[in-house]
């Protein structure tokens, strides 16, 4: 991360975020709009997170992961939409060009990270479903944080060789982002230096980071599939459904925003409608996340219920602990 921080690398010292400064009207309309989105996204992750740590019946492998999910999207919207309400409210919203690289390595870290904690949860409900006699004693506690740990630790440390190859383009000019926040392909239009290089390094580390765990969610979901309509009664087949509906969903929204993103063409030649697309996976889609799993999963709604309880019974006293 050191090279990238080095102002030799470029000839201008930030970019000018242009965002949605077209649309002058809706300003303050937006800005309220989103803001509400963000403090809806925050309050929504953080009640899983402390519902799932503090209620005892809980502690199971889904949730650890699902927790995990939970605050990796408080991050992520938090690296994105303050930014961009804050762009809203100024005439021009500037951004340095460390503070550019480390939103688009913040970003990248925490979407990497996302892909990869989608992956282990897939394995997880496929063991539950497909292999339940065995799984307490392979999905221990032990097991269930190395894999989250491991998912954090890879999805941090990938983006890193975007990271230094996005250091050797030089940005001399002009200096305007056609976007809300430093992603990569409004920011390599910048560069006044061959990009093909580094374009195609980028390539074959998003397509490895997101096809990999994308294939094992596949392979998984296909004999979870099988498993399920070999039950012989409907109400085993739906009980057992609905323990991965709520993930299945995440991970269609999911993989369906960033396949319209980044492989569909009218995406990739409108600026407007890639902004649109952004919108989704980095506002929209970490809103709605706790109400999938929220709605669609009795235990959580009634933990959130038990919970909320005890606030206030308590004064806001409860007692949290960690996933055994």
Not at 93 to 103: L, V
Not at 179 to 189: G, R, T
Not at 205 to 215: K, Q, R, Y
Request: overall charge positive; proline content about 4%; charged content about 10%.
């Amino acid at each position: 991360m050191a090279r990238l921080l080095r102002p030799n690398q470029t000839a201008i010292d930030g970019f000018i975020l242009l965002g949605f400064s077209n649309l002058c009207e809706s300003q303050v309309l937006l800005f309220l709009s989103f803001l509400i989105i963000y403090i809806a996204t925050i309050m929504g992750n953080v009640l899983i997170v402390v519902t799932v740590l503090s209620q005892h019946r809980l502690h199971t492998p889904m949730y650890w992961f699902l927790s995990n999910l939970s605050f990796l999207e408080i991050c992520y919207t938090t690296n994105i939409v303050p930014g961009m309400l804050l762009g809203f409210l100024l005439e021009k919203s500037i951004i340095s060009f460390p503070g550019c690289m480390i939103q688009f390595y913040l970003f990248a870290s925490l979407g990497t990270t996302e892909c990869l904690l989608l992956g282990m949860m897939a394995y997880d409900r496929y063991l539950a479903i497909c292999h339940p006699l065995r799984y307490t004693a392979v999905m221990t506690g032990r097991v269930c944080t190395q894999l989250a740990a491991g998912s954090w630790a890879c999805g941090f440390l990938i983006p890193m060789i975007t990271v230094s190859v996005m250091s050797y383009l030089t940005f001399c000019g002009p200096k305007e982002i056609n976007h809300f926040f430093c992603d990569f392909k409004p920011l390599v239009k910048l560069s006044c230096t061959d990009s093909y290089s580094v374009e195609t390094t980028v390539c074959i580390l998003s397509s490895a980071v997101t096809l990999v765990p994308f294939l094992l969610i596949l392979v998984s979901y296909t004999h979870i599939l099988r498993a399920i309509l070999k039950i012989p009664s409907t109400t085993g087949r739906k009980k057992a459904f609905s323990t991965c509906s709520s993930h299945l969903i995440v991970v269609t929204t999911f993989y369906g925003t960033l396949i319209v993103m980044y492989v569909a063409p009218s995406a990739n030649d409108s600026p407007a409608l890639n902004k649109v697309f952004s919108l989704l996976y980095t506002t929209v889609t970490p809103m709605f996340n706790p109400i999938i799993y929220s709605l669609r999963n009795q235990e959580v709604r009634e933990s959130v219920k038990k919970l909320l309880r005890a606030m206030v019974l308590k004064g806001g006293k409860f007692k949290i602990t960690l996933c055994k």
